[in-house]
Each structure stands twice: as C-alpha cells, then as structure tokens.
C-alpha cells in the first residue's frame, strides 16, 4: 500500500514540477509578449516614399510549422534588393498554439524589412483567434503605399464558427478613391467548399465592382493563376515548395513571378 501511495505523490510532483512545460503547449496559452505587430510594420511601410507608381513585395503562405524551409525563405529575402516588405497570407501554424505562433515570429522577425501576417482557417484552431488578436491585431485591416491599397480580409468561415465574413467591410474597404487601386488579400480561395452558400459569389462581385489590380491568397498549398471577368487571382504556394511570389504593380497592373528558393 505504502508503494502505492508513494507512486501516487512522485507523479503528483512530477507534474508540478513538469507544469510550465505543459503550460507551453496549452490550447489555451495565449500569454504572448509580442502585440500590434502588424500596426508596427505598416507603419513603417506606410512612411516609405515611392519614387514612381511601382512597387514590388513578396508573398509566402502556408509556412505552419515548416520552419526550416521559412527559415530558408527569409535568408532568401534578405540578400534581395528592391523588396520594401512581405506579406504572409495565413496558415502560420498547424493547431493554433501559442509556441507555434511564437517559433513563427521569431523567424519571420528576422526579415530585414517589415511583413504583414494575414489569419488562416488553421491559425483559428485552439485558441489562435485571441493569440492572433494580440500578437498581430485585428483579422481585417488594410493599409495604403502610394497609389496602391492593400485590403486584407478574413474570410474563414468553418473554423470561425461558421460566421459569414465581414462583406461590408470588404466593399467599404475595396471603394478606393478615384486614382487608387486595391490589392486583395485572403487565406481561402474561391473554390473552397468553405465559401459555399453564394459567399464565393459574394466576395467575388465585390471584387470585380471595384479597382482591384490582384487577389491573392494560399490555402491550396500550389501555385496556378487564372483571370475572371479581367480580374487576376494568384494562389501562393506553401512553403514546403520552396516558392515565394514576387509580385510587382506599375501603373496598376500586377506582374508576377514566382521565385526559387
């Protein structure tokens, strides 16, 4: 008996002592030192002065927790020239965890120049959502370099509990002054079943209503383009495929290319 009830107190102390381990790789670990990130690098974007209407940034998606090919992404970009950001288009981690949101930024914050991180339908999960929040800020924001606007826009339904995305903010958002041009930026293509239920259509008709140069957007872990209704959509591939696109907008047409790593 007296084994037994010795047992029974060594584990008891063992998961004490084991306790901030645990802790780490709670779901519900949301304890996060880093906030407003993505305020911080558009503010620095935003001071940026253009010499001309043309500006080119790059754009990764899907690095979950592929960090060593992230890692290989950012050495790339920083022996680039001419790169004034990046922006990640969602799906930073696999489950939502506050370590896997945290091994992210310290590899992405590497980067020699600001980057923006969109939310996807995995960084949700667990307790994501409220980690994003205050880690990055608001799901859905945008922001304005020269001529051009940069429309950032959450539209994960499933993992969301099934709310329909913010469509009026889309539009308010996309309604640029005359003379501007939006770039729209999302985690979930259109023929994702998660935007059954006409918000395919929805979103879509926002876009082609409005001045949008490009839409681009991961989640289908490849690369294709296609152009509808004289409206582009580019699809960036997950970073396991070693791909990354440079995308460049002059005289508000997008140009595209897709870069080796």
């Known amino acids: 008996m007296k084994t037994i009830w010795y047992g029974l107190i060594a584990m008891v ?7 901030d381990k645990l802790t780490q790789y709670s779901p519900y670990d949301a304890n996060t030192e880093q906030s407003n990130v993505n305020a911080l690098n558009i503010s620095e974007i935003e ?14 998606s899907d690095t979950h927790t592929k ?12 022996e680039m020239e001419g790169i004034p950001f990046v922006i990640v288009c969602g799906d930073i981690t696999d489950w939502g965890l506050f370590n896997e949101f945290d091994d992210y930024y310290h590899l992405i914050s590497r980067l020699n120049i600001p ?29 304005d370099i020269g001529n051009y606007r940069m429309a950032v826009f959450d539209n994960v339904v499933w ?10 903010w889309f539009q308010q958002t996309l309604n640029v002054p005359e003379g501007m041009t939006s770039v729209a930026c999302y985690h979930i293509h259109r023929f994702d079943p998660q935007l059954e239920n006409g918000y395919a259509d929805k979103m879509l008709g ?3 209503k409005n001045p949008v140069s490009l839409s681009i957007f991961g989640h289908g872990h490849d690369y294709w383009e296609e ?35």
């Open 13 to 19: 102390l063992l998961t004490i002592c084991s306790c």
């Open 47 to 60: 001071s940026l002065q253009l010499p001309d209407d043309t500006i080119t940034f790059i754009a990764l």
């Open 67 to 78: 960090y060593s090919d992230l890692r290989a992404a950012v050495t790339t970009i920083n």
């Open 115 to 143: 980057f923006v991180t969109l939310i996807g339908n995995h960084d949700y999960l667990s307790n994501g959502k409220l980690i994003f929040n205050k880690m990055f800020g608001p799901t859905n924001f945008y922001f």
């Open 159 to 168: 993992e969301n509990g099934n709310q329909e995305p913010d469509f009026n």
């Open 206 to 208: 926002i876009i082609e």
């Open 227 to 261: 152009e509808v209704n004289n409206r582009r959509y580019l699809m960036v591939p997950d970073i396991t495929m070693r791909n990354m696109a440079k995308i460049t907008l002059a005289n508000k047409t997008a140009t595209v290319q897709i870069l080796n790593f």
